[in-house]
């Protein structure tokens, strides 16, 4: 049994053989065009098809000796792209038979100081994971499993050279061999997230979920260009709600920060309007309609086509994501930024899909941030140093 860099050895041989056996041919065909972005003929479908009859075989038919390993035969035959395509069970997690790997991160600089000796990653710790007396997991160095799940997101091939885009050196894992503690993908993500909790309250260790961001992969530019800062003076207290955004990478946070900005001015607007009976969404689309006019929303749905469709389609499961109507526009952006505004804030239990849960729902309210950023920018013009 190993752990760390070693952590897949404890990947059980007929649970390999059983999860390779459900490889099927069309979805690493499919993968592999739409990772490419390139149409193939028949003759090369064919290929890629006997590549996956290959690894089935060959894992159904090797004989490991007690000191050698199943997974590590058996990955000889397999290509970059397989890994890709069959262990990604998300787009931070590694899977494979009774093994389960996932990207977290350090909370804080204590918990990283408790487990990283030096000040260079010199050599990393871990924490042995154990329920009922048994080992089944361990959090602390990547396996060989997961460089090769994501190693596209470690490194970037331009023209020959090879690029590191992230350091791999400096990333953690968590690592779960025994998949009988949960049922289902859903109880999966809760055990990981007890698992955290466990470790904050009885060992004082902050770990947080991570994700691979694919900006860093992206080529860096040296950028020179010139400011030309206004003459106009903006209030600071609303100013420093807008510029926390920056201070985070949580979607969460960023689209109540810009939401903040709003509701700032909520007292001022109450006074202006003079509102017998104020509610927060009545005040929201008065400093809305206030701030931003029709045209002005339209023409930056119409900057990106893309844009405008996320925002004027309905959705069938998120019953916050009011869509964008076409008379009355600003009312309805006002009226979409309170409700996700409130399934952000409220955490009282409700149905399913009511209220967005962290971790959950970050890629949804990730592309809701444009929207409220553009408007928290139109009301800190409009209203900062305003005339009651």
Not at 125 to 132: A, C, D, S, T
Not at 174 to 193: G, P, R, S
Not at 205 to 225: A, P
Not at 246 to 256: F, Q, S, V
Request: charged share 25%.
């Amino acid at each position: 049994m190993g752990s760390g860099l070693y952590g897949h050895r404890n990947i059980e041989d007929e649970r390999l053989k059983e999860w390779i056996k459900t490889w099927k041919a069309e979805n690493y065909i499919h993968f592999f065009s739409n990772y490419y972005g390139v149409g193939m003929n028949a003759e090369f479908k064919d290929s890629l098809a006997k590549q996956v009859e290959l690894v089935i075989q060959e894992s159904s038919s090797i004989t490991v000796s007690k000191d050698r390993y199943l997974f590590d035969e058996v990955m000889k035959y397999m290509t970059p792209e397989m890994f890709y395509c069959y262990f990604r069970y998300d787009s931070s997690t590694a899977y494979c038979g009774n093994y389960y790997e996932v990207l977290i991160e350090f909370a804080d600089e204590l918990t990283k100081k408790k487990l990283i000796k030096g000040y260079d990653y010199v050599q990393t710790g871990g924490i042995i994971l154990e329920k009922n007396g048994e080992v089944i997991g361990h959090i602390g160095q990547m396996s060989d499993l997961f460089w090769h799940t994501f190693y596209d997101q470690y490194i970037v091939e331009d023209y020959g050279a090879i690029e590191h885009a992230r350091n791999n050196g400096k990333d953690i894992t968590l690592q779960i061999w025994n998949d009988k503690v949960f049922k289902n993908t859903e109880q999966f993500y809760k055990f990981i997230e007890q698992i955290l909790f466990e470790c904050n309250v009885n060992l004082g260790f902050g770990f947080k979920m991570s994700r691979f961001e694919n900006e860093s992969k992206l080529k860096g530019h040296t950028s020179n260009t010139k400011l030309c800062l206004s003459n106009i003076e903006l209030e600071e207290t609303p100013l420093r709600y807008f510029n926390f955004a920056n201070y985070t990478k949580i979607p969460r946070h960023k689209y109540l920060a810009y939401y903040q900005v709003i509701e700032f001015f909520f007292t001022r607007a109450v006074r202006k309007a003079r509102f017998p009976q104020p509610n927060e969404l009545l005040i929201v689309k008065y400093i809305a309609t206030n701030s931003i006019t029709e045209l002005e929303v339209v023409t930056w749905l119409d900057d990106i086509k893309s844009r405008g469709k996320h925002y004027s389609k309905p959705s069938e499961k998120y019953p916050a994501l009011f869509p964008l109507e076409a008379t009355e526009i600003v009312e309805s952006v006002a009226k979409r930024i309170y409700l996700i505004r409130c399934s952000l804030v409220h955490s009282k239990e409700a149905p399913n899909d009511v209220n967005f849960i962290p971790n959950l729902n970050d890629e949804i309210i990730d592309k809701e941030i444009s929207l409220i950023k553009y408007v928290a920018e139109k009301v800190l013009y409009k209203w900062s140093n305003a005339p009651e």
